[in-house]
């Protein structure tokens, strides 16, 4: 299976919730998420703003299929 996006929708509740940064990982080995032999497929800004119900959707370019994914926010709103 091949990843092609990945689309975020900011909730109801706190725009200082909101993520901000992404990776997207990949692995054929495990689905342990602290172990290693994760590959770093992608990662951005997720482009969403601060008014309630935003979404956004990001292209990410992944030749090769994973068995595994793990999508990772990095930094919030409020985060700076």
């Keep these: 299976c091949s990843a092609k996006s990945s689309a975020t929708r900011t909730n109801d509740d706190f725009w200082q919730w909101d993520p ?17 032999g994760w590959s770093l497929i992608g990662s951005g800004e997720t482009g969403l703003g601060n008014e309630r ?4 959707t ?8 994973f ?10 709103t409020a985060a700076g």
């Design 20 to 36: 901000k940064r992404w990776q997207l990982w990949g692995s054929n080995a495990t689905s342990d998420w602290s172990a290693q």
């Design 53 to 56: 119900g935003a979404s956004s």
């Design 58 to 65: 990001v292209a990410v370019d992944n030749a090769a299929g």
């Design 67 to 76: 068995r595994f994914y793990k999508l990772v926010f990095k930094r919030r």
